[in-house]
């Protein structure tokens, strides 16, 4: 699912989905020694995000990246080079291997000065970063754009943190609705267990990627369905997400 329209298709059953591995976007918005530096995760951020802000000035948008984890990749990649004599690593490779380097490439990209948030609640992760967004939007009355995404692992680290692929979801969420609102969105933390998704086919993939874990709220955004659901959050704890037609 590489767009939104391809991915609103399949969640209203009107396409069916082929697993098949991400293809990441080419993120021509970066200045070209920039872009031949940018990681898989990298281009996964920026590529949510600039679908998600369309029609608006990205330079004045507030944002909120939420990641269960850095980059997998370069994470593996440094833990390698520790384990040999030669313990210097790449300075390029180390700056892409933090968690706020996405939201640094996207300042460069956009030039945005807007307040920006970095949070990681592991598997909680779209959920912490969904409460952080529309707290800005209500009491700052700020427009704000989240996105969540998570990068994969490979082996050995992949045996303990199992994220198969990169992908995300990106959210553009306004204080007043505009021509383009799906939906008012309203969220709570609940006690009450989260029931079961009933979508065999992208079961997996909600269960397998944190970001995932927004799937039924983009199941009901695609089809235009109205009403709550309840996501996996942290231990205990769950998020009810309610959507109204927007006003």
């Known amino acids: 699912m590489p767009d939104w329209p391809s991915a609103r298709a399949v969640l209203r059953g009107e396409q069916a989905w082929v697993s098949a591995p ?3 976007p080419a993120p021509s918005i970066l200045p ?6 940018a990681s898989r995760v990298i281009k996964l951020a920026l590529g949510i995000g600039l679908e998600a802000a369309q ?7 507030a944002t909120v990246f939420s990641a269960s984890g850095a980059d997998g ?20 490779r180390f700056h892409n291997s933090v968690h706020n380097a996405p939201a640094g490439y996207w300042g460069i990209a956009t030039r945005a000065m807007a307040p920006c948030q970095v949070l990681c609640a592991f598997d909680g992760s779209f959920g912490a970063g969904l409460l952080d967004t529309l707290a800005q939007v209500v009491l700052d009355q700020q ?6 995404y998570d990068s994969e692992y490979p082996e050995p680290l992949f045996a303990t943190r199992p994220v198969p692929d990169c992908a995300g979801i990106a959210l553009r969420l306004e204080p007043q609705p505009s021509p383009q609102a799906l939906a008012r969105i309203t969220a709570w933390t609940t006690d009450g267990p989260a029931p079961a998704w009933h979508n065999d086919t992208l079961e997996p993939l909600r269960a397998a990627i944190p970001a995932m874990r927004a799937l039924p709220v ?10 709550e659901v309840c996501l996996d959050y942290l ?8 959507l109204d037609p927007p006003v």
């Open 73 to 92: 990749h370069n994470c593996h990649a440094l833990c390698e080079q520790l384990a040999t004599d030669d313990r210097h690593i790449s300075p390029t």
């Open 32 to 37: 070209p020694a920039e872009r031949r530096r």
């Open 55 to 61: 029609g608006a000035d990205v330079s004045t948008l």
């Open 235 to 242: 231990s205990g704890q769950q998020l009810a997400v309610r």
């Open 22 to 24: 991400s293809v990441l």
């Open 143 to 148: 427009s704000t754009l989240l996105l969540a």
């Open 218 to 227: 983009m199941e009901r955004l695609a089809r235009g369905e109205h009403g």
